[in-house]
């Protein structure tokens, strides 16, 4: 298209929920810090930010904020702890956490919903393009469904949401989209443009089968638009109410992305997340999968 597109750099994580489903694990902890097998789930988002060449990260935090912030954070004891028991490969990943980025927090005194929780990153995030991660969301893929956003991003200048078909009994759990596919050099079929947005509707009055999931490509015009969303579901501030005010005025884009989805803020969906990468570790794989078996399931 020989425009100018700015690199995307920053990724915003709302982390303030209150994570009632989890409760009571969540009571003192945010949701983000739950494991999965041995990584917060906020980890496997950041990684996957890194992955796909984001460095800065915002988190927007609420109760609980200091268990995050110190998770990110160096941690000289007990890396001299590991240092002296000359377990070098833990004090590498735990090194790694600390290494790998360049994080930023801000506060969300109220849970008023995902469209002011981005809104609340406003300052730090200026006037550039940014992503945006709900770490409930954890997406197994070759290519990072963020990067994939990225390149249909670098097209066309314009927001990227991620997208997925959902069954409709499960639709009004999610964002939902009114869109239409666009031919697109190697990714045909799964670059749609959207027309039209409405979080959570009933099933009868859904657009289609095509959901929102937690990865997103915002240019900076949706903070106006946040700023001009009244409260919408569950009385607060969405974020896909603000998205429908920008596609007033600019063109929003959607990706049905290559890859597996786990709603890690559900409890099954979080049990099959920690099953499915327990089964893929190196170090557990095998052990795991014997374990199962002897369970005598099927
Ligand atoms: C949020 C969004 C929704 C989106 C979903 C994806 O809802 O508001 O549009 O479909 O994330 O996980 P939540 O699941 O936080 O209620």
């Avoid at 920690?274 to 374990?291: I, N, P």
Wanted: with cysteine; hydrophobic share 45%.
């Amino acid at each position: 298209m020989g425009m100018m597109i700015a690199p995307v750099r920053k990724a915003v994580f709302p982390a303030a929920g209150l994570g009632t489903r989890f409760l009571p694990a969540t009571k003192a902890m945010p949701k983000e810090m739950l494991p999965l097998v041995d990584k917060p789930l906020i980890q496997y988002g950041i990684e996957e930010a890194i992955a796909s060449g984001l460095r800065n990260i915002v988190i927007v935090t609420g109760r609980g904020k200091t268990a995050i912030e110190d998770h990110f954070d160096v941690s000289f004891e007990l890396e001299h702890l590991l240092e002296l028991r000359g377990r070098t490969e833990t004090l590498e990943a735990v090194r790694a956490i600390s290494d790998m980025i360049d994080v930023a927090y801000v506060r969300q005194k109220e849970a008023l919903g995902l469209g002011h929780a981005v809104l609340r990153a406003k300052e730090l995030v200026g006037v550039e393009s940014f992503a945006v991660v709900l770490s409930d969301d954890v997406i197994d893929a070759d290519v990072p469904c963020l990067r994939q956003l990225l390149g249909v991003y670098e097209f066309y200048g314009a927001s990227v949401l991620a997208l997925m078909e959902v069954p409709r009994e499960q639709i009004s759990a999610y964002g939902v989209v009114a869109a239409e596919p666009r031919p697109h050099e190697d990714m045909d079929g799964r670059v749609f443009r959207i027309h039209d947005l409405v979080e959570k509707p009933p099933p009868d009055d859904a657009p289609s089968n095509l959901a929102i999931i937690g990865r997103y490509i915002l240019t900076p015009e949706i903070f106006t638009a946040i700023e001009s969303t009244p409260p919408g579901r569950n009385n607060e501030i969405q974020l896909t109410d603000a998205l429908r005010i920008l596609l007033k005025n600019r063109p929003i884009y959607g990706v049905k992305f290559d890859g597996k989805r786990f709603d890690a803020g559900d409890k099954l969906g979080f049990l099959q997340a920690t099953v499915e990468f327990a089964l893929k570790r190196s170090d557990l794989g095998q052990a795991f999968r014997s374990y199962l078996a002897s369970l005598g399931l099927c």
